[in-house]
């Protein structure tokens, strides 16, 4: 339970020029380990935002409030103007039922860092199950929608392939695909190429850059990969012991960071 | 050429064993006490068979209690409720440690300290069922349900180790897909888990099988039941022994061959 009421001004949101996601006053802890602390960040529709810092930053786990696969301690989350995993009653936040909380995550599609396809499942199961158990889509036409967004990520022909038969960069482009099937309004990416060999990280980067670039997806994606951050995104973001420490146009924050920290970690990371 | 090393101690060895089967195979097959007229004479008598489908109805309808029974019991098991967690593991406590002749009898004898089976609406005169113990607890109903209990007890713990064997990452996957946990249950870690949880299981059955003997100590009218029967009237004790013997060994058999091609269809893809 959230004791921190959200700003009363933002509440409704109505307007049109509202951001796909935002993150208000975002406190998370750990016990008594404050892992987040007061975020604030508001991601606008199309636009690919990269969260980056050191291991440790809270990067993951602000990604992971957004979908609701962590509980926040104070504050808020909006996805299109609707409160993430939790509803305002009389100023206070109360947590969804499970139902309702599903419902609203199917909105938001995320990839994980190990992929974490289903392995009794064949490419083509994996891409569609969600949409016909979930969302209840008619089979053929789920199934046609799972192969097209199997062409688009470049495993056209391997539908009938079992994750185990496929190599880990072809593994995470299914994954994207499967969180695609479901028509999300944001996309989060959690380390995708973090798993991967080197060779094949860059595959992985071409079909999300494809999505960026071309699809106009809202993105958020948590990454080490300064070189997409770079290239891909429109806005990048510091963080560093769970605070936003500096952001902006990636040619700002990775080419000319103002804080300390930034700095500090770009040249570790850099070299 | 190469010449292989010989393994001497290893041909001895093998010698003896073979020597050792001939040897007892023969002993039993000429031995003029064993009566293997006998055998043969009661090996398909309708009362023999009668039994063996008493055994078969009553391990199968046993198992399948059992393991819808240990699959609530291990989800109950790993709930977050500790309240449902605790009721789970004592459960699990109480049912794995009365020895199985124990629990059968005491079902079987239900009838001593419960005289009726009466359902109701607490506080109230309202009375549902109300049926007399003698009629509810024949003695095939005390022989499913000692078995299935005791069943569900052991099947329970591989069913939860065989769910804790599917990551965090899968349920992860499953809930960001908008799957509520029951849903991810049944279509991702149910059947999952099936590959770490049916060879165990397969032990579970052949164990059900040879637990259903037990029920003789309360006239279960099994295969062993019906087997001393018979006895009890020709003093073929050994023989009739032998008759069942062969006919638990046959449904292994049978039983393996199927376990064999369920493992190999849920094997790894």
């Not at chain 1, 509980?71 to 109360?94: K, T």
């Not at chain 2, 062969?246 to 269809?265: D, H, K, N, T």
């Amino acid at each position: 339970m959230s004791d921190r009421i959200p700003n009363p001004a933002n509440d409704e949101a109505p307007d049109a020029a509202r951001p796909m996601v935002h993150i208000q006053h975002v406190d998370k802890w750990y016990g008594n380990n404050q892992v987040l602390h007061d975020i604030d960040l508001a991601v606008e529709e199309g636009e690919t935002v990269c969260l980056v810092g050191p291991s440790g930053s809270g990067k993951s786990t602000l990604l992971r409030c957004v979908n609701h696969l962590e509980e926040i301690g104070a504050g808020s989350v909006w996805v299109d103007g609707e409160l993430v995993g939790y509803r305002l009653r009389n100023g206070r936040l109360h947590e969804l039922r499970e139902a309702e909380a599903c419902r609203k995550r199917v909105e938001v599609g995320m990839v994980f860092q190990h992929f974490n396809l289903f392995p009794h499942m064949t490419v083509l199961e994996n891409v569609s199950f969600a949409p016909i158990t979930v969302k209840n889509e008619n089979k053929a036409e789920a199934r046609a929608y799972a192969t097209s967004l199997l062409g688009r990520v470049g495993l056209a022909g391997r539908e009938g392939s079992y994750p185990s038969q496929l190599s880990g960069g072809q593994q995470q482009r299914v994954a994207i695909a499967r969180a695609l099937a479901m028509r999300p309004k944001v996309m989060l990416f959690d380390e995708p190429t973090s798993a991967l060999d080197p060779e094949l990280v860059g595959e992985v980067l071409a079909v999300m850059k494809d999505l960026a670039l071309t699809g106009g997806v809202t993105m958020l994606v948590v990454t080490h990969e300064m070189g997409f951050a770079r290239e891909v995104g429109d806005r990048v973001v510091f963080m560093d012991a769970g605070r936003i420490v500096e952001q902006g146009p990636p040619a700002q924050v990775l080419g000319d960071p103002q804080h300390e920290r930034t700095k500090a970690f770009l040249s570790a990371v850099l070299r | 050429m190469v010449v292989p090393v010989r393994h001497y101690g290893r041909m001895i060895f093998a010698v003896i064993v073979v020597l050792a089967v001939i040897g007892t195979v023969y002993s039993i097959a000429t031995n003029p006490n064993f009566e293997w007229s006998v055998v043969a004479e009661f090996l398909f008598s309708p009362s023999i068979l009668r039994g063996l489908g008493s055994t078969l109805v009553i391990t199968i309808v046993s198992m399948a209690i059992a393991v819808v029974l240990a699959v609530v019991i291990a989800v109950m098991r790993i709930s977050p409720s500790r309240i449902i967690s605790s009721v789970a593991a004592f459960y699990v406590f109480v049912f794995r440690g009365i020895p199985l002749i124990v629990l059968l009898i005491l079902l079987g004898n239900l009838g001593l300290f419960l005289k009726s089976i009466t359902i109701g609406i607490p506080g109230t005169q309202v009375v549902l069922i109300d049926v007399p113990i003698s009629e509810v607890i024949t003695p095939f109903v005390a022989s499913v349900a000692g078995l299935s209990l005791a069943g569900a007890a052991y099947m329970a713990e591989i069913v939860r180790s065989g769910l804790l064997a599917i990551g965090r990452g899968q349920r992860e996957a499953a809930k960001a897909l908008g799957l509520t946990s029951s849903r991810t249950l049944r279509f991702i870690v149910l059947p999952q888990a099936l590959r770490v949880i049916l060879p165990p299981m397969g032990n579970e059955f052949i164990g059900m099988l040879k637990a259903s003997a037990i029920v003789s100590v309360i006239a279960g009218g099994d295969l062993l039941t019906v087997a001393q029967g018979i006895a009890g009237t020709n003093y073929r004790t050994i023989e009739l022994l032998i008759v069942a013997t062969i006919w638990y060994l046959l449904v292994i058999i049978v039983f393996s061959i199927g376990q064999y091609l369920l493992e190999r269809r849920t094997a790894e893809k």
